[in-house]
């Protein structure tokens, strides 16, 4: 089987059955929002908000893969990548990979592009077989289910290099004074860089603004099996980081089934880092020019946190969570 | 907060003032356990009195209704006010919730 009896097009509504399907088939027992046949079809009817790409054998649809624009970042995420398992192997991902990278860059309100590969395989494709190759900068300490079971997923960032914007470094950060991060994260990237003050801003994410939901802004589903809550934001009176993220751990109790905690912590907030360390959760990934404010961008660290006792399902990416492991553990000691 | 209510086997928790961090999250957390260990399968809060809710109380709530769910019980919510209604909704919760403006229809639908 080859890629030249493939078809890639845009996904149009009348597909909808058919990727619901393809994702039942191969994440059956998972938190993938995509096995439900109203949930495809609601993206699809979002035009310029959700973005889809299609393989196909005639009327039969072999693989998609997507890319989600997060506005509030004007970063895109690569999503729903699914192949059919007759179809493995015949490069229909990367062929799909390749579509939604430059379809992602030749949009007007698009920055970086995130990844989260689950596998060896996504890894490779998206970072050896497609232009430009994305990097890995960690994992997410497993936030997502499939198969019955929660699994890392990597996270990987890509940037074109005709598009340019102001990042900020401030001298006191982890991208300057960790030689992990630098080495291992940032000269790779060559990402443009000044030196600046960064914003009072603790936490980043998307949350509707709204002067009385705080102070903690979050996403959360209760009947979402993967039981994950992201923290988005801090909109309380409190100044001092330690006392901020003791409100943080006590308001986390109220949400006492969240299995897998995250949020992206501005990267000069060390001592709200280390608070939040103190609580049990560890840095896992560093987000380059993640929060976007005024123009200008500057970077987060992924915090996350599991309180689920079984270890993840890595699939066959050991090596490399255990490698970021070790190296953002130095970054906080 | 106030002493539990009950009717036709539904437990009513009233919940005054604010649900909070600093103010009847903890509360209703012990509150609903208690019923639980007691029994109780159908439990309504009362909102009614209710006039803020931070991520805090938004979190015990959806807690609660897991909890219920789990127990094989049902959970729901009475008299949101709109400052209330708000916040489930930009919290994207308020679809999670069973929510009824006055009690005997509440006790109808939850008997």
Known sequence: MTTRTHTLRAARPDDAGQIADL???????????????????????????DVWHIGAQGDRITGCMGMLPHRWNRSWEFVRGVTHPEFRGSGLATELAQRA????????????????????????????????????????????????????????????????FARVVPDSSLATTIPFVKEAILDPLDLPRTSGVYPPALITGEYPHHPDYGPFTFHYHPFCPSDSL??????GPKHDPVEIAADLVRTLDSFAYARHVRMAVLADKLPFQRALQSAGFAMTAYLPAWHLQNGIRYDCVLMTRRTSAEEPADHGTRDLIDYFNAGYATCLS | MTEPGRVDAIVILDVAGRLTLEEGAATLREQVRQQLAAGERKILVD??????????????????LIRLQNAGGRFALLGA????RDLLRISQLLGVFEI???????????K
Request: aromatic content about 8%; overall charge neutral.
């Open chain 2, 81 to 84: 006010k709109k400052r209330v």
């Open chain 1, 101 to 164: 990278i430059d379809d992602a860059w030749a949009s007007d309100d698009c920055d970086l592009i995130v990844g989260f590969p689950r596998s060896r395989t996504i890894y490779r494709i998206i970072s050896e077989m497609v232009t430009p190759g994305m990097k890995l900068t960690g994992h997410d300490g497993g936030i997502n289910i499939a198969g019955g079971r929660r699994e890392y997923h990597l996270v990987a960032v890509s940037f074109a290099k005709q598009k340019r």
């Open chain 2, 47 to 64: 909102l009614s009195s209710c006039d803020y809710i931070d991520s805090a109380g938004l979190g015990e709530l959806a807690t609660t």
């Open chain 1, 230 to 235: 992201e923290i988005t934001a801090y909109t």
């Open chain 1, 23 to 49: 994702f039942q088939l191969v994440y059956a027992e998972s938190s993938h929002p995509c096995k439900s046949l109203e949930f495809v079809a609601q993206t699809l009817r979002r035009r310029h908000a």
């Open chain 2, 100 to 110: 009824f403006d006055d009690e005997a229809q509440a006790q109808a639908v939850m």
